[in-house]
């Protein structure tokens, strides 16, 4: 085979070489963070600090399938701060969550009992059916808050009916769209569960949520549950990843089925250096995230806006029909401001780059819009009562004409 000149390579170079910077590279970033602090669509649109991306840099550069020396430290250490054996690092909530049923589902057939709402049911594609084979038995609180054990017990399969597939995990999510789950209630359900021989795991996604405004500890947190995922790019504000942490014989199980799941992952140094930068700087700006979401509330109360569900962590749901407002109007109206407010429905969610101007300026155009329908007439005796159902996202679509 004839050997390739420098002509070709050269010119096979200029076609494979890309430039993913724009010409304004550094302003675009500005720009965007801008962006990011008027939007009340998620806490995953966090972007790096430039302080954090200066720490993540130095971290190791090992290949983690083999051993990667930056990424074990974090491990452990999230396993140690959560009172478990071992840690395993994963690039997405929705695969630790899996991989986290995969490895403690064993041999069909089984069911796993979650909450309505629940990420897991609702958000995972019904992961838990195509990568476990499981059935799913979603669990509406009848509270309207939290599941309790008088729910979830008459729900839960035992014996030997060959009609039904037995309970072998109780998923719990904690916080739940934004809302707490009372601790000794979980102590008491996963009591109760692992003296019927069943697992606990925990969708921790925004636990550190749960820790910052209860003052529990993670180890206290977790302690109940076999599994916890616990998320590091939703409130933390890390670009990208999840540690799942349970016993070392779970770990060294999940570590397994990871790698089945495409997940195994190589010079993850700089994102553990990221995540370890999160936990140790971003994780003290969680209360401030609550007081202003306990501002918008307390905003949108005074103005006669309906609380679906309430700010006690970092995100609320709302219904502006009391003051004859539909979501679609909002979020138009606030996309054409001067500096737009980027918005998608019922749902509001704060982080830690929220702008409390951004908060303000929304506040001002619902009371805006509230004045506009006032003065056109609107009444909500003519309209009557509509109440949406709490916790459940409901998306802002215009009507069609």
Not at 110 to 129: F, L, N
Not at 139 to 154: C, F, K, R, Y
Not at 217 to 239: I, M, R, T, V, Y
């Amino acid at each position: 085979m004839p050997s390739l000149t420098d002509a070709k390579l050269q010119e096979l170079s200029s076609q494979i070489a890309v430039d993913v910077l724009t010409k304004t590279q550094d302003v675009d970033n500005v720009a965007k963070l801008e962006e990011v602090s008027r939007s009340f669509v998620s806490d995953t649109l966090t972007i790096p600090a430039p302080e954090m991306v200066a720490y993540a840099a130095r971290a190791s550069l090992g290949d983690d399938v083999y051993f990667e020396p930056s990424t074990a430290v974090l491990e452990a250490h999230i396993a140690q701060l959560t009172g478990k054996e071992a840690g395993l690092f994963l690039p997405t909530g929705t695969m630790s969550n899996q991989i986290a049923l995969r490895t403690h589902l064993l041999q069909p057939p089984y069911s796993v009992i979650c909450d309505a709402r629940s990420h897991i049911y609702r958000m995972e594609g019904g992961g838990m059916a195509f990568h476990s084979g499981a059935n799913s038995v979603a669990v509406a609180p009848s509270n309207g808050h939290h599941l309790t054990l008088e729910d979830i017990e008459p729900e839960a399969i035992m014996g030997t009916d060959v009609h039904i597939a037995p309970t072998r995990v109780i998923a719990l999510e904690n916080t739940l769209n934004g809302t707490i789950i009372p601790q000794d209630e979980i102590v008491r359900i996963s009591s109760w569960a692992h003296q019927k021989d069943m697992k606990m795991h925990l969708d921790g996604a925004r636990i550190w949520h749960v820790a910052a405004e209860t003052g529990l500890s993670l180890k206290e947190l977790c302690g109940p549950f076999d599994s916890a995922s616990l998320c590091l790019s939703k409130g933390l504000g890390a670009p990208i990843g999840t540690c799942l942490v349970g016993s070392k014989q779970f770990i060294t199980k999940a570590r397994w089925f990871r790698k089945v799941f495409g997940g195994g992952m190589r010079q993850t140094g700089y994102l553990a250096g990221a995540a370890a930068y999160a936990l140790t700087h971003n994780f003290p700006l969680l209360p401030r995230v609550h007081a202003l979401a306990k501002r918008m509330q307390q905003g949108l109360e005074e103005l006669g806006v309906d609380i679906l569900s309430p700010a006690e962590t970092c995100m609320l749901f709302y219904d502006p029909y009391p003051i004859g407002v539909e979501y679609w109007e909002i979020v138009e109206r606030a996309a054409a401001l001067l500096k737009p407010i980027k918005l998608t429905g019922s749902r509001l969610l704060l982080h830690i780059q929220t702008s409390p101007q951004a908060i303000e300026d929304f506040l001002e155009l619902v009371r805006t819009l509230k004045e506009e329908k006032v003065a056109a007439g609107w009444t909500l005796a003519n309209a009557g009562p509509r109440r949406r159902p709490p916790n459940v996202y409901v998306k802002a679509v215009r009507p069609s004409a």
